[in-house]
């Protein structure tokens, strides 16, 4: 029977696992360190969703790349170094780098050639409502995304314009529900308080993460488990030189509600 006939069947059924990975830019690096935790217990993801950074790792996760495997490519390669200056009436930056850079390492080119089936949430500016996409062009979803607006660029898709899925949606939950039994959210956004806040750029990411976070606390209660390192809080969105300790931060975090909560498995 052919791959894809196999898939259709396999998205019929409710998978045992759904993993929900939030926006958060090189705070994202953190969501390896959840994953790890997880795969060491058992616990693997029948599906998976995603929004901006969580987008981007749930993609290579999806095209079987382990999580100290893409620790290394996102260390080595740092991907934001990868941006390019805009300096248009819609954006500072392109994200087009970006997407070049996690097009060298992923081997499917659609969607639904994963190995896992993949939802990534992104904003249509025109409807101005939430999508999560399933099908087609991997890099040009993913691109669309990470589009933080005001900062980045948006990303044309069939006429629409795209921005960061996390406007509408920064845990997207919804995709899975009735498609997985249980849901694990990941959040690598947690609000504070912080000390200090100093450039522009900074009090610019400080204002869209708490615009988001009431939604966040919504969504955390559609999760079985729910996964929202505090230390993070310490840690930029531009932070990328830091991946290693907010891999640690999640991985450790994971651990810690593994062990204090039973009703996963």
């Not at 660029?153 to 249980?182: F, R, S, W």
């Not at 559609?222 to 640690?248: A, H, N, V």
Request: proline share 4%.
């Amino acid at each position: 029977m052919p791959f894809d006939i196999l898939k259709m069947l396999h998205l019929k059924k409710r998978c045992d696992y759904g993993l929900a990975l939030s926006g958060g830019a090189a705070r994202g690096m953190a969501h390896l360190g959840v994953v790890k935790a997880l795969y060491e217990k058992g616990i693997r993801p029948g599906a998976i969703a995603g929004t901006s950074a969580g987008a981007i790792v749930g993609a290579l996760l999806a095209d079987g790349y382990e999580p100290d495997e893409l620790l290394e490519i996102f260390m080595e390669q740092k991907f934001l170094s990868h941006m390019r200056f805009n300096f248009g009436k819609t954006g500072l930056l392109k994200m087009t780098g970006v997407g070049v850079a996690i097009k060298e390492y992923l081997r499917a080119r659609d969607i639904e050639d994963l190995k896992i089936p993949l939802f990534i949430t992104c904003t249509n500016l025109h409807t101005g409502k939430v999508e999560y996409f399933h099908k087609g062009d991997i890099i040009e979803k993913l691109t669309a995304s990470a589009s933080i607006p005001g900062l980045f660029a948006p990303v044309e898709i069939k006429g629409h314009l795209y921005v960061d899925g996390g406007v509408q949606d920064n845990l997207p939950v919804k995709p899975l529900k009735k498609k997985c039994k249980k849901i694990i959210g990941v959040d690598v956004n947690y609000p504070g308080p912080i000390k200090k806040i100093g450039s522009a750029i900074e009090v610019l990411q400080r204002s869209f993460h708490l615009s988001i976070r009431a939604k966040i606390e919504e969504k955390a209660k559609l999760c079985d488990w729910f996964i929202d390192p505090e230390e993070l809080k310490d840690y930029g969105l531009t932070d990328i030189s830091m991946g290693r300790e907010m891999f640690d931060i999640g991985y450790n975090e994971a651990k810690r509600v593994i062990k204090n909560n039973k009703n996963l498995k």
